[in-house]
T-cell receptor
Framework: GENVEQHPSTLSVQEGDSAVIKCTYS??????FPWYKQELGKRPQLIID?????GEKKDQRIAVTLNKTAKHFSLHITETQPEDSAVYFC????????FGAGTILRVKS | SQTIHQWPATLVQPVGSPLSLECTVE??????LYWYRQAAGRGLQLLFY??????ISSEVPQNLSASRPQDRQFILSSKKLLLSDSGFYLC????????????FGPGTRLTVL
């Protein structure tokens, strides 16, 4: 089955800096890669996703890149703000959605 | 638009007591439904998923069970709770198909004492 590894487990950045979270997946047939943001005590919310026929997708300050050859995808957050502090989960879909273990992002002001 | 509800929002139960958590979805038909558990500071563990009424797949053997008595209703149950059942229980729905965007409910925080 699919396996998703996510790094780093924690990430601290200064406000205004960029943050990058990376995930690798094991099954080259996976075709959909969403990212979720979970604030403390709340539900995970979809922030961006990418399908396997696309290499990059942007939405304002966030972007996701996909390298199908290397089987990894990354979340990029530019100009980080304190409200970006949260846990971020990547996921990969083959026959079902498999989540990474999560990254705690702390943005220091 | 679609809406997903969960109740109760919080629950404190003694060890050995039964459990029933409910999830309902509005605004869509025949959704895929999921139950996840999240221990404190941990990731998302898929417990059960359902592609239709009465169709339940279990991902993790344990003292929990799930049922789907109606198209948009998903119930998580236990006959006897364990301390290790404490956590944040999340229900999610999706439309299925070749990609599977899942949308999560607000969750139930369960504490077993």
């Amino acid at each position: 089955g699919e396996n998703v590894e996510q790094h780093p487990s924690t990430l601290s950045v200064q406000e205004g800096d960029s943050a990058v979270i990376k995930c690798t997946y094991s099954d080259s047939a996976s075709n959909y890669f969403p990212w979720y943001k979970q604030e403390l005590g709340k539900r995970p919310q979809l922030i961006i996703d990418i399908r396997s026929n696309v290499g990059e997708k942007k939405d304002q300050r966030i972007a996701v890149t996909l390298n199908k050859t290397a089987k990894h995808f990354s979340l990029h957050i530019t100009e980080t703000q304190p409200e970006d502090s949260a846990v971020y989960f990547c996921a990969a879909f083959l026959n079902k959605l498999v989540f990474g273990a999560g990254t705690i992002l702390r943005v220091k002001s | 638009s679609q809406t997903i509800h969960q109740w109760p929002a919080t629950l404190v139960q003694p060890v050995g007591s039964p459990l029933s958590l409910e999830c309902t979805v509005e605004g869509t038909s025949n959704p895929n439904l999921y139950w996840y558990r999240q221990a404190a500071g941990r990731g998302l563990q898929l417990l059960f998923y359902s592609v239709g009424i009465g169709q339940i797949s279990s991902e993790v053997p344990q003292n929990l069970s799930a049922s789907r008595p109606q198209d948009r209703q998903f119930i998580l149950s236990s006959k006897k709770l364990l301390l290790s059942d404490s956590g944040f229980y999340l229900c999610a729905w999706s439309l299925g198909g070749s990609t599977d965007t899942q949308y999560f409910g607000p969750g139930t925080r369960l504490t077993v004492l």
